[in-house]
C-alpha cells in the first residue's frame, strides 16, 4: 500500500478551483485500489495536509496522470502559495479500533 501526502499553504481558492478540486476528487474515488482519504489543517501555520491512501504504486499513478490531475498541477501557482507532495509505502498500520481510518482493516503489524 501507498500514501500519498499533499501539503499546501492555502491562496485564493475561485470558483475554478473549487470545480476542479471536485472532478479530482470523483476521479480518485473512482479509480481500482483508492482506499481513502485523510484532511489536516494546522491552525499555527495554515497549512493544509491531504492524505490520499492507495492498494498500489499503479493506482496512485492512474490519479497523477489523469488529464484533470495534470491541469490542476498546471495552474496550482494560481491557486496555492506553496506545496509539498510526500509518496511513502506503507509498511503497517494498526490502531485500538476506536476511530474510523481508511486502513483500520487493510493492514496490520506490530506496533513500531
Given at each position: 500500500?501507498?500514501?500519498?501526502?499533499?501539503?499546501?499553504?492555502?491562496?485564493d481558492f475561485d470558483t475554478a478551483f473549487h470545480a476542479l478540486d471536485a472532478e479530482i476528487a470523483q476521479i480518485a474515488k473512482s479509480?481500482?485500489?483508492?482506499?481513502?482519504?485523510?484532511?489536516?489543517?494546522?491552525?499555527?501555520?495554515?497549512?493544509?495536509?491531504?492524505?490520499?491512501?492507495?492498494?498500489?504504486?499503479?493506482?496512485?499513478?492512474?490519479?497523477?496522470?489523469?488529464?484533470?490531475?495534470?491541469?490542476?498541477?498546471?495552474?496550482?501557482?494560481?491557486?496555492?502559495?506553496?506545496?509539498?507532495?510526500?509518496?511513502?509505502?506503507?509498511?503497517?498500520?494498526?490502531?485500538?479500533?476506536?476511530?474510523?481510518?481508511?486502513?483500520?482493516?487493510?493492514?496490520?503489524?506490530?506496533?513500531?
Amino acid at each position: 500500500m501507498f500514501s500519498s501526502t499533499f501539503t499546501f499553504a492555502k491562496g485564493d481558492f475561485d470558483t475554478a478551483f473549487h470545480a476542479l478540486d471536485a472532478e479530482i476528487a470523483q476521479i480518485a474515488k473512482s479509480i481500482p485500489g483508492y482506499l481513502g482519504e485523510e484532511a489536516w489543517e494546522n491552525p499555527a501555520n495554515g497549512l493544509v495536509s491531504n492524505v490520499y491512501y492507495w492498494e498500489s504504486i499503479d493506482a496512485l499513478q492512474a490519479l497523477v496522470q489523469h488529464p484533470s490531475h495534470l491541469a490542476a498541477k498546471m495552474r496550482q501557482g494560481q491557486w496555492l502559495q506553496g506545496y509539498q507532495v510526500v509518496i511513502a509505502e506503507v509498511m503497517r498500520s494498526y490502531g485500538d479500533g476506536n476511530i474510523s481510518h481508511p486502513l483500520a482493516r487493510r493492514l496490520s503489524g506490530d506496533k513500531a
